[in-house]
Nanobody, 123 residues
Framework: QVRLVESGGGLVQAGGSLRLSCAAS????????MGWFRQAPGKEREFVAA????????YYADAVKGRFTISRANAKNAVYLQMNSLKPEDTAVYYCAASSQLRFRGETAFDYWGQGTQVTVSS
């Protein structure tokens, strides 16, 4: 059974930073592309970032490019999202997602999801 557990969310002032973590189990983590998504109140879930199986390729939504960094530690079965220069519009529940494929194949190519962690950015 695949399990993804996010942590690291919280309340931060605009301009601040947070680092989200996602611990994965029940899958061959080193063979899985991973991603982060978010959902703000009243809005649809949107893609934030993705990383391929080895960490050699990363992908970002335009809204976070240059501010957020996705990374992974295959030895720890973990993926991270470093979020800098946070803005109030980054407020959302952030979800970790795992793909059954090695490479990022698009925003819909994720098979497993975590429960989410709340990030709130105050102005």
């Amino acid at each position: 059974q695949v399990r993804l557990v996010e942590s690291g969310g919280g309340l931060v002032q605009a301009g601040g930073s947070l680092r989200l973590s996602c611990a994965a189990s029940g899958l061959t983590f080193s063979s899985a592309a991973m991603g982060w998504f978010r959902q703000a109140p009243g809005k649809e879930r949107e893609f934030v970032a993705a990383i391929n199986w080895s960490g050699s390729s990363t992908y970002y939504a335009d809204a976070v490019k240059g501010r957020f960094t996705i990374s992974r530690a295959n030895a720890k079965n973990a993926v991270y999202l470093q979020m800098n220069s946070l803005k109030p519009e980054d407020t959302a529940v952030y979800y970790c997602a795992a793909s059954s494929q090695l490479r990022f194949r698009g925003e819909t190519a994720f098979d497993y999801w975590g429960q989410g962690t709340q990030v709130t950015v105050s102005s």
